[in-house]
């Protein structure tokens, strides 16, 4: 399994600000994964971030407003930016385990947009 | 890509045997299925994984039915440190579309 590390771990930001949330990899990983889950909520896919391309981005999310960067294997950021008290969500990074099939998460960034 | 339903809770008490379902009626023929297991503040951890039949590990085991519309989670002999929330979720290797279901919180009581 890996160990996943996200700063900040909440943050509490004013609207039409941005935040860059950073997740690290304690091993080298082909792909990464970020989340949004809302209080309560499921979780729901924003992009999946491959190094050396390009994130690719799910419906309902644009990388205008969630630029993300994999700089290399092991670390990753997402941008919230232009915040709304809509973005207010915890927000996790995961990346793909050896099996192709399981996924280890961060332990999350709490968003609250005021 | 397969759109997934679970109950919202279950009840249960600690050594009784589990089982979650997770609906999942539309899934491809190439979409795989995994649970997880979430307390609060944390993020989901990893349980298990399959394709058809029946998957165990040390910690459950996973009921596919061979039209793989559903699958069941299974937790042997709960025990208070179960409680947290369940979820499965369908996903698809080639496009990376990886879909959770709505969720299941398991109270698990003395």
């Known amino acids: 399994s890996a160990v996943i590390s996200q700063k900040p771990s909440r943050d509490i930001c004013q609207r039409g600000t941005s935040l860059t949330i950073q997740c690290q990899v304690d091993s080298q990983v082909t792909m990464m994964f970020w989340y949004r889950q809302q209080p309560g909520q499921s979780l729901t896919l924003i992009a999946t971030?491959?190094?050396?391309?390009?994130?690719?981005?799910e419906s309902g999310f644009v990388i205008d407003k969630f630029p993300i960067s994999r700089p290399n294997l092991t670390f990753s950021t997402l941008t919230v930016s232009n915040m709304s008290p809509e973005d207010s969500s915890i927000y996790l990074c995961?990346?793909?385990?050896?099996?192709?099939?399981?996924?280890?998460f961060g332990p999350g960034t709490r968003l609250t947009v005021t | 890509l397969a759109k997934t339903t679970q109950p919202i809770s279950m009840d249960s008490y600690e050594g009784q045997e589990v089982n979650i379902t997770c609906s999942h009626n539309?899934?491809?023929?190439?979409?795989?299925i995994t649970w997880y297991q979430q307390f609060p503040s944390q993020g989901p951890r990893f349980i298990i994984q399959g394709y058809k039949t029946k998957v165990t590990n040390e910690v459950a085991s996973l009921f596919i039915p061979a039209d793989r519309k559903s699958s069941t989670l299974s937790l042997p002999r709960v025990s208070l440190s179960d409680t947290a929330v369940y979820y499965c979720?369908?996903?698809?290797?080639?496009?990376?579309?990886?879909?959770f279901g709505t969720g299941t919180l398991l109270a698990v009581q003395p």
């Open positions: 971030a491959n190094q050396g391309s390009e994130a690719t981005y």
């Open positions: 539309n899934i491809a023929t190439n979409d795989y």
């Open positions: 995961s990346v793909e385990g050896q099996g192709g099939y399981e996924q280890y």
């Open positions: 979720l369908v996903g698809n290797g080639a496009t990376n579309k990886l879909i």
